[in-house]
């Protein structure tokens, strides 16, 4: 069984630093593809990063691009986002999720796991 677990969403202040944690169990992810999305009240999901967990290959959505730094740790099955500068309107719940394929993407029905989220909230 496969399993996502997101942690180190939280409340901060403008301008402050989140690093978010994805831990991963029931799958050999050495050939996918972990993606990280947000989805805040009354928008759709959309895309922040991916990386391919062979070799590190990284994937940015370009209205975050400079503020993000997407990394695994492949002896703990875990996925990292740093996210640096936040601003109000990163306030969202953040997702990880898997790609079942080498192929780095953006698209969130491109993915076929997903974790529960974690909420992010920055103030102004």
């Known amino acids: 069984q496969v399993q996502l677990v997101e942690s180190g969403g939280g409340w901060v202040q403008a301008g402050d630093s989140l690093r978010l944690a994805c831990a991963a169990s029931g799958l050999t992810f050495i050939n996918y593809v972990m993606g990280w999305f947000r989805q805040a009240p009354g928008k759709a999901r959309e895309f922040v990063a991916a990386i391919r967990w062979s070799g590190g290959t990284t994937l940015y959505a370009d209205s975050m691009k400079g503020r993000l730094t997407i990394s695994r740790d492949n002896a703990k099955n875990t996925v990292h986002l740093q996210m640096n500068s936040l601003k109000p309107e990163d306030t969202a719940v953040y997702y990880c999720?898997?790609?079942?394929?080498?192929?780095?993407?953006?698209?969130?029905?491109?993915?076929?796991?997903w974790g529960q989220g974690t909420q992010v909230t920055v103030s102004s």
């Open positions: 999720a898997v790609r079942t394929s080498r192929v780095l993407r953006g698209t969130p029905n491109e993915y076929d796991y």
